[in-house]
């Protein structure tokens, strides 16, 4: 189990991450307001590729600096909400939810030249299969700071239907 320690949203292709608290998730679209929900994105015309939500472990973050000399600010992995004593990569193909909004882990969300040239920083190798979750909204709600992920069973699923 993890918690939600940051969420970040940018309008449009490029533009910095902002931090908000909180940001309301929809099903098939993404995160109200950011770029790939209002089809904005970098990728947003590659429909095979979930753009929904994108996680990443702060202690991956962490990592780059202490292991690489990599510091990046706040927002800058361009990914939607930072995590903290979750294995992000133990979820793809797995469902799990961010507070009440139930998602599908699809697949890593590896690094890019995209990501290499606006961060200006040498990541790519060292984010490689550590870069985050690229996940699929099932369910409405909202997304806070603070928030529980943590991955569902079908059991517990199935109790709740």
Do not use: W
């Amino acid at each position: 189990m993890g918690t939600v320690e940051f969420i970040h949203i940018a309008s449009v292709a490029g533009e910095p991450m902002r931090a908000v608290e909180q940001v309301h998730a929809v099903p098939g679209a993404g995160l109200e307001s950011d770029r790939y929900a209002t089809r904005k994105g970098q990728y947003s015309d590659h429909p095979e590729t979930a753009h929904d939500l994108t996680l990443i472990e702060a202690e991956i973050v962490e990592s780059l600096t202490e292991e690489e000399g990599i510091s990046l600010d706040l927002g800058q992995t361009r990914r939607n909400v930072t995590t903290r004593g979750i294995r992000l990569n133990d979820l793809v193909g797995r469902r799990f939810s961010v507070g009440n909004v139930l998602c599908d882990g699809v697949r890593l969300c590896e690094p890019c030249d995209y990501l290499a040239g606006l961060i200006g920083k040498p990541v790519l190798r060292p984010l490689v299969h550590r870069a985050g979750l690229r996940a699929v909204i099932v369910t409405e709600g909202e997304i806070r700071v603070g928030d529980e992920v943590s991955e569902v069973s079908i059991e517990a699923e199935s109790r709740t239907a």
